[in-house]
Every structure is written in structure tokens, then in C-alpha cells.
């Protein structure tokens, strides 16, 4: 079963909307980290969350942690063109030891229309 | 400029070949990891690499080789036991392994295409 759900799978927006973007965990949140990548390219590492109630900001995208409710959640103030591409959470897992694996969702896709 | 370098950007093979990727980091990075993106199924962990000369396999390593000679070099090898090896790849690197509080870089990815 899929640890990290992404909602919405994509969402299409007019230019200067609001919109926000969730990831929710099946398992107890330890910290969570979104990114951002361009079809066919890289992942851009946008925000690392660690506390419960944690909130950072980056210019018009501020991302939450909600650990009670095991979720997070990523918000985009006045979209512009630019902030059209896919987004993923990604969280770590223990895999045995002190090793971890991170983990992603599947990722949202959002459209920005001029 | 620091960062993570990966090539090909794209690579052709027939099937039944074995094709090498290659990444490089020059961030000084001690772990290193391979993962593959499919439409609809996210980012999957290949391998990765905590130190030199030492790898772990990761969800989806059947099919696929690795090695970790040098700090900066983690190259990955599609064998022709791969089923499905059509597919974007991705590697990416971290100050280490201690999990919560090391975010990955990755780099820009390779598209592999097998007919």
C-alpha cells in the first residue's frame, strides 16, 4: 500500500489563484520534505518539515506539518506560470538500524493557466 | 558550482543489452542513491550507498548492479535481467544517511529507452 498519499493527482488553476496541495501518511510522520520537478527533469528539494506544527515559507509557497494528523500540507499564494510542474512529499522510513529510505507520494500535478 | 551530474540525458539500447548510467557529485556527499520514475507509480529506490565501497539494495533492485569506487561516482547498471527497463532515472546524494534531517539533491535524470 501506497505509506504517502498525495491530493489532489493534478490541479489546474487560473494565474493568481490560491491553491493548496496535501500529503497524508499511513504511518507517524517524522519529518517530511516537498519537492518540485519540471517533467523530465530533477527534483527540487522546496521545504524540509521536522517538528509537529512546524510552518515554512519560501517567497508564495508555505508548507505545514500536521503530525497528529499525520499530514502535511503545501500552499501557494497567488500562482503564477512559474510554479506549474509536478509536486512530491517524500518522507523518511526506518529501514533497519539507523539506515532510513525516503519515501515519496506520487506526486500532484499542477497547472497554472495563464 | 556544486551539484549532481548524471549522463546521458538520453539513451537508446536494444533489448538484451547492458547499459551503464552515470552520476556524479562534486557536493561531497557520503550517501548516494538510484531511483526510477514511471507515470502513475512515483519515484522507486533502486540502491544506495552510505560510504565507498559499500551499497544496500533497495524496493526495486532486481535487474539492476551497482558500484561505489569513489566518493563522487555511484554509476548503475541496467542488466538485460531487467524486465521492464524502460524508464526516467534518477540520482540523487546526501550529506549522509541519519535520515530525518539530510534532504537529497538529485540530479537531472536519464530517460532510458529499451526496444
Known amino acids: 500500500s501506497q505509506e504517502l498519499e498525495q491530493s489532489p493527482q493534478s490541479l489546474i488553476v487560473q494565474e493568481g489563484k490560491n491553491l493548496t496541495i496535501n500529503c497524508t501518511s499511513s504511518k507517524t510522520l517524522y519529518g517530511l520534505y516537498w519537492y518540485k520537478q519540471k517533467y523530465g527533469e530533477g527534483l527540487i528539494f522546496l521545504m524540509m518539515l521536522q517538528k509537529g506544527g512546524e510552518e515554512k515559507s519560501h517567497e508564495k509557497i508555505t508548507a505545514k506539518l500536521d503530525e497528529k494528523k499525520q499530514q502535511s500540507s503545501l500552499h501557494i499564494t497567488a500562482s503564477q506560470p512559474s510554479h506549474a510542474g509536478i509536486y512530491l512529499c517524500g518522507a523518511y522510513r526506518n529501514s533497519g538500524g539507523s539506515n532510513y529510505k525516503l519515501t515519496f507520494g506520487k506526486g500532484t500535478l499542477l497547472t497554472v493557466n495563464p | 558550482d556544486g551539484g549532481i551530474t548524471q549522463s546521458p540525458k538520453y539513451l537508446f539500447r536494444k533489448e538484451g543489452q547492458n547499459v551503464t548510467l552515470s552520476c556524479e557529485q562534486n557536493?561531497?556527499?557520503?550517501?548516494m542513491y538510484w531511483y526510477r520514475q514511471d507515470p502513475g507509480q512515483g519515484l522507486r529506490l533502486i540502491y544506495y550507498s552510505q560510504i565507498v565501497n559499500d551499497f544496500q539494495k533497495g524496493d526495486i533492485a532486481e535487474g539492476y548492479s551497482v558500484s561505489r569506487e569513489k566518493k563522487e561516482s555511484f554509476p548503475l547498471t541496467v542488466t538485460s535481467a531487467q524486465k521492464n527497463p524502460t524508464a526516467f532515472y534518477l540520482c540523487a546524494s546526501s550529506k549522509g544517511l541519519a535520515g530525518q534531517t539530510y534532504e537529497q539533491y538529485f540530479g537531472p535524470g536519464t530517460r532510458l529507452t529499451v526496444t
Open positions: 557536493l561531497n556527499h557520503d550517501a
